[in-house]
């Protein structure tokens, strides 16, 4: 099923990402990202926040994940943070 017009390019990026030769790629919740990054066993990660595809109270605001301060944050959809796109665990 196509992704709405209006939805997040960064949602966009994770679903269209073939890495590894696979397809099933999508941008991970809150909770998803917070497991990824208090991870030992996963790192690469850049020192800005991430997006995430948890939606806040706010229309306008979306859930981010900084793993240098392992913190959440409510920004504006108009952000600009990095992606980190993951497959179903």
């Not at 390019?9 to 917070?34: H, I, M, T």
């Not at 850049?46 to 306008?60: A, L, V």
């Amino acid at each position: 099923m196509p992704l709405p017009e209006t939805f997040a390019p960064a949602a966009v990026a994770c679903r269209d990402y073939k890495g590894g030769g696979f397809s099933d790629w999508f941008l991970p919740s809150l909770d998803e990202l917070s497991m990824l990054f208090n991870s030992d066993v996963i790192g690469n990660f850049g020192n800005n926040s991430y997006w995430s595809s948890s939606q806040s109270d706010d229309p306008t605001g979306v859930w981010t994940w900084n793993p240098d301060t392992k913190s959440e944050s409510n920004m504006g959809k108009e952000g600009s943070f990095l992606v980190r796109p993951i497959r179903a665990f």
